[in-house]
């Protein structure tokens, strides 16, 4: 019980600061600052936001499956633990696939995924803006779940 507590914490605490960042922080930087001051900011950010998703989800994902080993073998729903799977690889995307590339593309630079898929920097943003929103969907629906101390 107490682990479920500290579990709906981490991720209430990444939940805010990825809200926050994503939909608060961002606007303002580029409401206020030179455009590209703004989004170098705002790429450090998002960095920073996604890391600590990848630990926290990570954590929450190992901490499933221990809970799943600990019920002796009962046949749990497993849609927590493939959501968070999910939330994970999608955090991971967005950190080491989309964000390099609109840092390049930002700084005039080539890079690999765009030259085989095309699209310019608007596409490129559209995508990382729709993930984000997807990853915050996510995230509140796990959220939920966890606030309820349920695992299945």
């Known amino acids: 019980m107490f682990a479920n507590r500290v579990l709906a914490l981490l991720v209430s605490v990444w939940f805010g600061a990825y809200l926050l960042a994503g939909y608060g922080v961002a606007p303002l930087l580029f409401q206020s600052l030179p455009k590209e001051q703004a989004g170098n900011l705002a790429g450090v950010l998002f960095s920073v936001v996604n890391y600590i998703g990848l630990f926290v989800w990570a954590v929450v994902y190992?901490?499933?499956?221990?809970?799943?080993?600990?019920?002796?073998?009962?046949?749990?729903?497993?849609?927590?633990?493939?959501?968070?799977?999910?939330?994970?690889?999608?955090?991971?995307?967005?950190?080491f696939l989309l964000v390099p590339v609109i840092r390049a593309l930002?700084?005039?630079?080539?890079?690999?995924?765009?030259?085989?898929l095309g699209g310019e920097m608007g596409f490129w943003h559209g995508m990382?803006?729709?993930?984000?929103?997807?990853?915050?969907?996510?995230?509140?629906?796990?959220?939920?779940?966890?606030?309820?101390?349920?695992?299945?």
């Open 62 to 95: 190992l901490a499933g499956l221990s809970a799943q080993r600990q019920a002796f073998g009962r046949n749990n729903s497993k849609l927590s633990s493939r959501l968070t799977a999910f939330t994970w690889l999608l955090l991971a995307a967005s950190q």
């Open 128 to 152: 990382s803006s729709s993930l984000y929103m997807l990853i915050s969907l996510l995230g509140l629906i796990l959220l939920m779940r966890l606030m309820r101390f349920e695992w299945h």
């Open 106 to 116: 930002r700084q005039g630079q080539t890079h690999w995924l765009p030259n085989l």
